[in-house]
C-alpha cells in the first residue's frame, strides 16, 4: 500500500476549473495506476477517472471533455483538472493507487487518501 493525499480542492462557480493534486507520501507512483472518485453527500462513492502506469486514461461519461487526469513525469503526483465545472460535481474527491488499473476502476484499491471538498455553486 501506498499513503496517499490528495489537495486543491475548494470552491467554485458553475462553468470555472480547479485542479486536484495526489501525492504518494515518501514514494514514487511509478509502479500504479491512479484513479479519482468522488462521493456526494447521500451517494456512493464513484470512478470518475483513471491513469495506467503507462499513461491511458479512462473517464466516467459524465465527465469526458471536461476531466482530464494526468501524471507528471517524475511519477509523483497525479492531477485531476477539471473544466467547465457543474454544481453535480459537488463531491469529496478521493485519489486510490493500485498496480492493477483495472483494481482502479473497480474501486478496490487498498490505498486511498483523505479526500478533498470541491462545491461548485450555481
Known amino acids: 500500500q501506498v499513503q496517499l493525499v490528495e489537495s486543491g480542492g475548494g470552491s467554485v462557480q458553475a462553468g470555472g476549473s480547479l485542479r486536484l493534486s495526489c501525492a504518494a507520501s515518501?514514494?514514487?507512483?511509478?509502479?500504479?495506476?491512479v484513479g479519482w472518485f468522488r462521493q456526494a453527500p447521500g451517494k456512493e462513492r464513484g470512478f470518475v477517472a483513471a491513469v495506467s502506469r503507462s499513461g491511458s486514461t479512462y473517464y466516467a461519461d459524465s465527465v469526458k471533455g471536461r476531466f482530464t487526469i494526468s501524471r507528471d513525469s517524475a511519477r509523483t503526483r497525479a492531477y485531476l483538472q477539471m473544466n467547465s465545472l457543474k454544481p453535480e460535481d459537488t463531491a469529496v474527491y478521493y485519489c486510490?493507487?493500485?498496480?492493477?488499473?483495472?483494481?482502479?476502476?473497480?474501486?478496490?484499491?487498498?490505498?486511498w487518501g483523505q479526500g478533498t471538498q470541491v462545491t461548485v455553486s450555481s
Open positions: 515518501g514514494r514514487t507512483f511509478s509502479s500504479y495506476a
Open positions: 486510490a493507487a493500485d498496480p492493477a488499473m483495472s483494481t482502479v476502476v473497480a474501486g478496490l484499491s487498498g490505498s
